[in-house]
């Protein structure tokens, strides 16, 4: 098991990176997050996970240890390969899916493009418990953030704009700006729609 590469950064896309350990050149799979945060330096240490199948290897890259974890947890489910697995963590922040897991968001995870309702459900099912375990999470992690993005988006409503164009956004924004006031979440979103 290769648990982590450090070395020098060769080629970077939104994909993928190349990454130079010794003269070794790795070419591991990245989600948009881990793309995001990759810093554009000539070091980079990335967590990573080697699946291994009939005709492949295939090293997949993560920012963090947590972002690592929860694509583990994903893959574990039935129905949800690597390639899923990166999709859900290219369009949600681990801590978003986590949030979404613990407060059976069926929506949420449906918004991860090759996710149905099925599966979503199957996600929630099978990884709560895991989730609240491996994270040391209370069942109420989300609700908190729920109360402050039920308000925000009814208020975003009341202004005239629509509901699912501005879930995103006040989503994004709660995770960024997550001991900010209701007024202040509603201000920003305002901003950005």
Excluded: W
Aim: with cysteine; hydrophobic share 40%; aromatic share 6%.
């Amino acid at each position: 098991m290769i648990s982590h590469l450090k070395g020098k950064l060769v080629e970077k896309s939104p994909l993928y990176v190349i990454l130079d350990c010794n003269g070794v050149g790795y070419t591991v799979n990245i989600s948009l997050h881990t793309y995001a945060k990759i810093p554009d330096s000539e070091l980079l240490k990335l967590e990573t996970l080697l699946i291994v199948k009939e005709d492949s290897h295939t090293l997949y890259g993560f920012y963090d240890k947590i972002e690592r974890e929860v694509f583990k947890l994903l893959i574990s489910v039935s129905g949800v390969g690597p390639s899923i697995a990166r999709t859900m963590l290219s369009s949600m922040a681990p801590k978003q899916i986590q949030e979404a897991i613990v407060s059976n968001n069926v929506a949420s995870i449906q918004s991860a493009k090759g996710i149905g309702a099925k599966t979503a459900q199957r996600i929630i099912l099978d990884l709560k418990d895991k989730i609240i375990k491996t994270f040391d999470l209370s069942e109420d992690f989300g609700t908190q953030n729920n109360t402050i993005k039920d308000e925000a988006l009814s208020a975003l409503e009341v202004l005239g704009y629509n509901r699912r164009q501005s879930e995103k956004t006040v989503q994004k924004l709660i995770l960024e700006h997550a001991d900010d006031s209701l007024e202040n979440i509603i201000k920003l979103a305002l901003k950005n729609l």
